[in-house]
């Protein structure tokens, strides 16, 4: 089952901003693109959509660089590691530029370097940050033109990116953006320097985008944001965030909603009493606490202390309704002492996740972190991480063995080679791989018994 073309939305009509120079490859406006995607979920959709914009103006996707006129690449900079491995990834491109080529480079490392970037790879046509995309079209033109050197690099703007059409990846779960950008400062961070300030998408917009979903077989949608609950409807109607996502919840087709990343300051009752009154909102929140110190939070600027963090969790903890609860981590911040670090780990005891992503702190260019003193060295960030994994896959392994025994509905997304295999998620953004004797399951939804766990995933059985 696929879905190449499936959602309209206005036009876009703003006029263009970005700069041009005339010199170089040319690509036909009815081209091949490549594009490859690194970072997180907001990158993931991004693509869908700058693919959808593509395919509008005529251009085929491809799935090799050697097949394309155009390849972009859609870079992450949020830790140093993920930001290098475009250079390296750039300088593989560079042969194929002598090809006749256009190479482009988006997203969070083409804000960050900018037009240095034209400096350290010449091969390099197009450098756009996300805050940018909405004019796309416009630097297309260009770049189709034969203009070598187009970028596209405002982050003033009060602008959603919103498309024509998107080329969504997923045929049953649909990524939506409701909020770009982020106002949040935290000391550490590079997205409110690469991704602008904190827009919201207009209400009426995401539920016609949503109705068009359900319309296309879509049953469940997941609405994206750095701090997707700080949403703030620009509309007269101005819907709070828990009404929105009661309202896509109500869309007929609509089955499974989910919003990630929440930022606790903004993490309210009303989000809790949302779940536990309609079913189809799904039953997990990520929470990223960051640190269990406050002294470290007051130092990333996170907002929050540790007990306001777990007085969200209680909230929690009190619905009628289970909710699994995720997090994300930084360990060896500047100044982490080794009792910063154990209140890291007694917070872990304390709140049981049902998931985490950990990280070592990566200092990055433009954050006010980058000047603190006492730099916890490296090898000790990773001992600490080591120490901080290992906790949580017993607390993950316990959790999920728990849950042995019980039924649990999952949408099935995977299919093993070997044969009678399936995998999907629960609710509770559980991977369940299990047994079955049926010959078609893929996007619907059926009932398994767990039978087994491990720290990663459940296995079970279908339940007829
Ligand atoms: N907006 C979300 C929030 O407030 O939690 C997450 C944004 S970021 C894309 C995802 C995660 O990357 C963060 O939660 C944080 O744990 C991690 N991260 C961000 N900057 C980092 C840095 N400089 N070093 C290490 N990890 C970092
Ligand atoms: Fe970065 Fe903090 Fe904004 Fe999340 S809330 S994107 S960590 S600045």
Request: with cysteine.
């Given at each position: 089952m696929s879905k190449p073309f499936d959602f309209e939305l206005e036009r876009l009509?703003?006029?263009?901003?970005?700069?041009?120079?005339?010199?170089?490859?040319?690509?036909?406006?009815?081209?091949?693109?490549?594009?490859?995607?690194?970072?997180?979920q907001m990158n993931d959709h991004d693509s869908e959509k700058v693919a959808g914009v593509l395919l509008s103006r005529g251009y085929r996707q491809v799935e090799t660089p050697e097949a394309a006129s155009l390849i972009l690449y859609n870079t992450c900079s949020i830790r140093e590691k993920a930001a290098q491995k475009v250079f390296s990834r750039l300088g593989e491109y560079r042969a194929k530029q002598s090809d006749g080529k256009v190479i482009g480079v988006l997203g969070c490392v083409a804000q960050q370097e900018g037009e240095q970037i034209f400096e350290r790879?010449?091969?390099?046509?197009?450098?756009?940050?996300?805050?940018?995309?909405?004019?796309?079209?416009e630097m297309l033109a260009e770049l189709e033109a034969g203009n070598h050197r187009v970028t596209g690099l405002d982050t003033d703007t009060d602008e959603t990116f919103e498309t024509e059409v998107t080329r969504r990846d997923n045929p049953w779960r649909a990524y939506l953006t409701i909020i770009e950008g982020?106002?949040?400062?935290?000391?550490?961070?590079?997205?409110?320097?690469?991704?602008?300030?904190?827009?919201?998408?207009?209400?009426?917009?995401?539920?016609?985008?949503?109705?068009?979903?359900?319309?296309?077989?879509?049953?469940?949608?997941?609405?994206?944001?750095?701090?997707?609950?700080?949403?703030?409807?620009?509309?007269?109607?101005?819907?709070?965030?828990?009404?929105?996502?009661?309202?896509?919840?109500?869309?007929?087709?609509?089955?499974?909603?989910?919003?990630?990343?929440?930022?606790?300051?903004?993490?309210?009752?009303?989000?809790v009493e949302a779940i536990e009154s309609q079913s189809r909102l799904c039953d997990h929140v990520h929470l990223p606490v960051q640190s269990g110190s406050t002294k470290v939070l007051r130092a990333m600027q996170r907002t929050y202390s540790r007990d306001e963090y777990l007085e969200k969790i209680e909230m929690m903890r009190q619905a009628k309704r289970p909710i699994a609860i995720t997090t994300d981590i930084i360990v060896g911040f500047p100044g982490e002492t080794e009792a910063d670090f154990e209140e890291t780990l007694s917070l872990l005891d304390e709140v049981r996740y049902d998931g985490l992503f950990s990280f070592k702190y990566s200092p990055r260019p433009n954050t006010p972190s980058l000047a603190m003193n006492d730099p916890i060295p490296e090898e000790e960030k990773s001992r600490r991480l080591a120490i901080l994994q290992e906790k949580q896959r017993e607390i993950q392994t316990a959790r999920n063995t728990a849950l042995i025994g019980q039924t649990f509905e999952v949408l099935v997304g995977g299919k093993s080679r070997r044969e009678n295999q399936w995998s999907g998620y629960t609710t509770s953004h559980r991977v369940l791989n299990f047994a079955s004797q049926a010959k078609e399951l893929l996007g619907t939804y059926v009932q398994v018994r767990v039978t087994g766990a491990g720290p990663n995933s459940l296995v079970g059985e279908h339940v007829a």
């Open positions: 009509t703003r006029p263009s901003s970005y700069s041009g120079m005339s010199r170089g490859a040319r690509i036909g406006p009815r081209g091949t693109f490549f594009l490859e995607t690194f970072g997180c790879a010449p091969w390099v046509s197009l450098v756009c940050g996300s805050a940018s995309y909405r004019k796309l079209p982020c106002d949040k400062a935290c000391s550490y961070c590079v997205v409110p320097y690469t991704r602008g300030p904190e827009r919201s998408r207009a209400s009426d917009s995401i539920l016609k985008e949503v109705r068009q979903l359900a319309d296309l077989g879509y049953s469940e949608v997941q609405l994206l944001g750095q701090t997707v609950n700080s949403y703030a409807d620009p509309t007269p109607r101005k819907m709070r965030f828990s009404e929105l996502l009661l309202a896509v919840a109500d869309v007929p087709g609509i089955r499974r909603v989910r919003f990630t990343t929440s930022h606790p300051s903004d993490f309210m009752p009303d989000i």
